[in-house]
C-alpha cells in the first residue's frame, strides 16, 4: 500500500542551528501537510502545499510530486520548536498516509 | 481556522469499560475522522465519515465504533475497551479530502488509558 517514510526518527538540535526533515513517498501524491505535536499533544497544523514550497519564519516546506518527496527546515531552532513532527500526504480520496513522526528535541 | 473541540481530554477506564469520544466541528466540513496515535507510530485512521449517518471503516477499525449524528458531531465508541486501546485519539475535519485542496484541522487530542 502507500507508504510514507519519514526521516531522521529522532532529532537534537542546539538553539540557533538548523537542520531537515524528509519524507519520501512510495508512490505519487497530490498534496501533502506537515504538522507538530506540542508538549500537551495538540497537532499543530505546520504547512499544507500542493507543490512547490512555502514559508513561514523560520520553518520552510517543499514539495515535489514527481520526485515523491516533501522537507522541512527548520533554522534558528528555539526550544519551544521540540516536539514530534509529521507528515501527511494522499494521493486522492480521503486517504491519508502519515509518517511515523520525528522527535525533534531542542538544547540550550 | 477550523475549530474542532474533543471531549473528554482525558479518561481513564478499565477493562471491558465502555467510553465515549466526542468531537464537535463549527466550520461546516463534510468529512470528519478519528484517528489514534502510538508513540513511535503515525496516525493510523480507526474510522472516517463524509456526512451525517454516513461511516466509513478505516484501517484499524477492530473494537471500534463510531457514529456521526449531525455534520458537527462525530463519536467514537469502545463498548468493551481493552488495554490495547490505551492511546492518544484525534478527531479531524476537513472540507474535502486532503488531495483535494482539503487540509485536515485536527482537535486537540483525547488520551484513553484502558487499566
Known amino acids: 500500500g502507500d507508504q510514507v517514510e519519514q526521516s531522521p526518527s529522532a532529532l537534537s538540535l542546539h538553539e540557533g542551528t538548523g537542520s531537515a526533515l524528509r519524507c519520501n513517498f512510495t508512490t505519487t501524491m497530490r498534496a501533502v501537510q506537515w504538522f507538530r505535536k506540542n508538549s500537551r499533544g495538540s497537532l499543530i497544523n505546520l504547512f499544507y502545499?500542493?507543490?512547490g514550497t512555502k514559508e513561514n519564519g523560520r520553518l520552510k516546506s517543499a514539495f515535489d510530486s514527481k520526485e515523491r518527496y516533501s522537507t522541512l527546515h527548520i533554522r534558528d531552532a528555539q526550544l519551544e520548536d521540540s516536539g514530534t513532527y509529521f507528515c501527511?500526504?494522499?494521493?486522492?480520496?480521503?486517504?491519508?498516509?502519515f509518517g511515523s513522526g520525528t522527535r525533534l528535541l531542542v538544547s540550550p | 481556522e477550523a475549530a474542532v473541540t474533543q471531549s473528554p481530554r482525558n479518561k481513564v477506564t478499565v477493562t471491558g469499560g465502555n467510553v465515549t469520544l466526542s468531537c464537535r466541528q463549527t466550520n461546516s466540513h463534510n468529512y470528519m475522522y478519528w484517528y489514534r496515535q502510538d508513540t513511535g507510530h503515525g496516525l493510523r485512521l480507526i474510522h472516517y465519515?463524509?456526512?451525517?449517518?454516513?461511516?466509513q471503516i478505516g484501517d484499524v477499525p477492530d473494537g471500534y465504533k463510531a457514529t456521526r449524528t449531525t455534520q458537527e458531531d462525530f463519536f467514537l465508541l469502545l463498548e468493551l475497551a481493552s488495554p490495547s486501546q490505551t492511546s492518544l485519539y484525534f478527531c479531524?475535519?476537513?472540507?474535502?479530502?486532503?488531495?483535494?485542496?482539503?487540509?485536515?484541522?485536527f482537535g486537540e487530542g483525547s488520551k484513553l488509558t484502558v487499566l
Open positions: 502545499l500542493a507543490s
Open positions: 479531524a475535519s476537513s472540507d474535502a479530502g486532503l488531495a483535494n485542496t482539503g487540509q485536515l484541522y
Open positions: 465519515s463524509y456526512g451525517a449517518g454516513n461511516l
Open positions: 501527511a500526504a494522499a494521493t486522492g480520496g480521503y486517504k491519508v498516509v
